[in-house]
């Protein structure tokens, strides 16, 4: 998983942690998975992507 990437896609499109989050996991959950301290469950990851627009493939190394 690129989490550069994830990062770098979340701020272009304007969301903060708390609103990417929002209705799918919480603020924290987020912030462990971007600074490498916890993987997220496949599910959360899939909606999260979903949101951030591109496939989960995007986000792969």
């Known amino acids: 998983?690129?989490?550069?990437?994830?990062?770098?896609?979340?701020k272009e499109l304007g969301f903060s942690q708390s609103e990417l989050a929002k209705g799918i996991c919480t603020q924290a959950t987020i912030s462990k998975f971007e600074n490498g301290g916890?993987?997220?469950s496949t599910k959360i990851l899939t909606k999260l992507c979903q949101r951030l627009g591109p496939k989960i493939g995007t986000f792969i190394k």
């Open 1 to 10: 998983m690129n989490i550069e990437k994830f990062i770098a896609r979340r």
């Open 38 to 40: 916890k993987m997220i």
